[in-house]
């Protein structure tokens, strides 16, 4: 069902989508045991498409707009959609991978970055501060209010943390018959705005935070989105409804119930 231009779906349409965030969640778990000092980025796209394929489920990135590849791996100072390919990981990098799987049509969507052997300080706190930010913005999510206030509890977790930039831009976005949905859920904003929350909506949030500028320019293959100052920057991103109950990730194995728990927000999966 759409109400104006938003989709909203079953729990038995919920239930497909949760299929779908699985298989994304269990490739990002094992590509995250798998990345490592010398593998090219190609690689790890490979064990990706092998095993979505094994799954079940399609991927919803290859081909799409022309992307070549199952995954988006952003390196270091790369953003988001990277292209996977000759690129090698050395030790001190951080890679952004962001996947995605169909499952009878129904679509799931996640990222996180991942740090090759040791890295600075600050580099681990950049990747703290973006992932924890995402569940901060989950967790400000309620039947009845608006987008928005995902977007402000975003910003208002980041800007307390340090001096960070918030990537503009890019936002996070609906999701189900299609990857890319309204409404967009921007990392930033007042809160009360937009569209309202609802049973039935599904949402990616997706901070991208750098250790410089908000800015981002695009390079030459029209795809890698690179800060425009240099600066590293890391991604993370979850799929969630809301339910009667409470709040369910998508994406997340435990469909978010440990770390909703810590934060005082009630579990609605199933």
């Given at each position: 069902m759409f ?6 779906k079953?729990?038995?349409?919920l239930?497909v ?8 969640g269990?490739?990002l778990?094992?590509?995250r045991?798998?990345a490592?000092a010398?593998m090219t980025t190609g690689?790890l796209d490979?064990?990706?498409?092998d095993?979505i394929?094994?799954l079940g489920?399609?991927?919803?990135f290859l081909?799409?707009h ?12 790369e953003?988001v ?5 000759g690129?090698?990981?050395s030790d001190g990098?951080?890679?952004s991978i962001d ?10 969507d996640?990222?996180?970055t991942?740090a090759?052997?040791e890295?600075?300080?600050e580099?681990?706190?950049l990747?703290?501060v973006t992932?924890?930010?995402m569940?901060?913005g989950?967790?400000?999510?309620s039947l009845g209010?608006r987008?928005?206030?995902?977007s402000?509890a ?17 936002t ?7 990857m890319?949905q309204?409404?967009?859920v921007?990392?930033?904003?007042r809160p009360?705005?937009g ?5 039935g909506?599904a949402?990616a ?7 410089g ?9 029209d795809?890698?989105v690179?800060?425009a100052d240099?600066?590293w920057?890391a991604?993370?991103e979850h799929s969630?409804?809301?339910t009667?109950s409470?709040?369910?990730?998508l994406?997340?194995?435990d469909?978010?119930?440990?770390k909703l728990?810590e934060l ?7």
């Open positions: 109400d104006r231009g938003i989709e909203l079953t729990p038995a349409q239930d989508m949760r299929h779908a965030g699985l298989v994304v269990r490739t778990e094992l590509l045991a798998s490592a010398g690689e490979a064990i990706a498409h095993h394929r094994s489920a399609t991927s919803n081909g799409y022309g992307f070549t590849g199952v995954i988006c791996t952003s390196v270091n100072d953003v959609h990277g292209i996977p390919g690129r090698v990981l990098d951080i890679i996947c995605g799987a169909i499952v009878d049509g129904w679509h799931g996640a990222a996180t991942i090759i052997g890295v600075p300080a580099v681990t706190e990747m703290r992932e924890e930010s569940w901060r989950i967790a400000a999510a209010g987008v928005s206030d995902i402000h975003i910003e208002t977790y980041i800007d307390s943390q340090g001096d960070f930039g918030i990537v503009v831009g890019y996070g976005h609906g999701i189900g018959t299609a890319h309204p409404p967009n921007p990392n930033y904003g009360g705005r569209p309202k929350l609802v049973k909506l949402l949030v997706e901070p991208m935070v750098s250790l500028t908000a800015d981002t320019r695009t390079l030459g293959d795809w890698t690179v800060t240099g600066s920057a991604h993370f969630f409804t809301l009667d409470g709040t369910w990730i994406t997340a194995l469909g978010g119930e440990a728990k005082g927000i009630p579990f609605g999966g199933r």
